[in-house]
């Protein structure tokens, strides 16, 4: 598990690449919240297109970065969600704790 | 000894096994990719969708995954995966651990259920097996261990 980041202005943009599991997470929350920590984002985007798998791990990730968001103040989107993520995140009601943006697929 | 079943289609009447395999590594998180490759070859033998894969991949990781996070929180203990199918397209894993148990299964596999206190966990893992698969199983034994059944049946088994 890997991640890409790119900061516009008051904007944060994480995009994370390969399985995003129990193993995928362990070490990406830390470095999430470091991140975060630092750059104190106003709006913090999770970009999930380059995910190919993710379980319930991959759903506390989102939701621990959800806490540290709030706790910092800044507001959480996901963005893209692969279809692997899409499935679970809608099976557990994410939509309804965070949004979720889509461009519209052609 | 507590045990719960989730079903969503009655249970049929297995036919004959035609394959099975039988896996034992340590609790070990870099496992979890492990298992599903495992299960995913296995299963690729009958043809499954994408889709059938991806449901089989996603519901052996959460018991492989919860078996490294709650069987063994503090140590390295055992992992038993086995799976079978049958000439009708069904296919049945096992997870099997010897850690510490489950007191009241039903109770465990309630959706947002978690005795995980670090806020990392969303308490969905035996509801996603659940939905992924037709069939959950779970037994265990406090003190003993907890065995996980995930039984589904493929579309293009005849
Ligand atoms: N193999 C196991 N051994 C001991 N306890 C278990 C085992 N599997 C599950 N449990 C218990 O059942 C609870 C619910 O499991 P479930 O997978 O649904 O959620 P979780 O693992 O806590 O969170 P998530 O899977 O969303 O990360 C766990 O919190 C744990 O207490
Ligand atoms: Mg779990």
Known sequence: MHYTCQTEGQRLTVTLYGELDHHGA????????????????????????????CDSSGLGLVMGRLKKCASVGASMVIREPSVAVEKILLLAGMDKLIKIERTERV | MSSAVIEKKQKRKTDRELN???????????NEGFARMLTASFVSQLDPTVSELADIKTAVSEAVTNCIVHAYPDSVGEITLSGKYYG???VVITVKDKGKGIENVKEAMQPLYTTDSGG??????????????????????????TSVTLTKKLSRGE
Do not use: H, N, Y
């Open chain 2, 120 to 145: 990392e966990r969303s308490g969905m893992g035996f509801t996603v097996m659940g939905a992924f698969c037709d069939r959950l199983r779970v037994s265990s034994r406090l003190g003993a261990g």
């Open chain 2, 20 to 30: 099975s395999f039988k896996a034992v590594f340590p609790s070990r998180s870099a």
């Open chain 2, 88 to 90: 009708d397209g069904q």
């Open chain 1, 26 to 53: 362990v070490s990406l929350r830390s470095e999430l919240d470091r991140l975060i920590e630092r750059e104190r984002p106003r709006f913090f985007a999770l970009c999930l297109s380059e995910v190919s798998f």
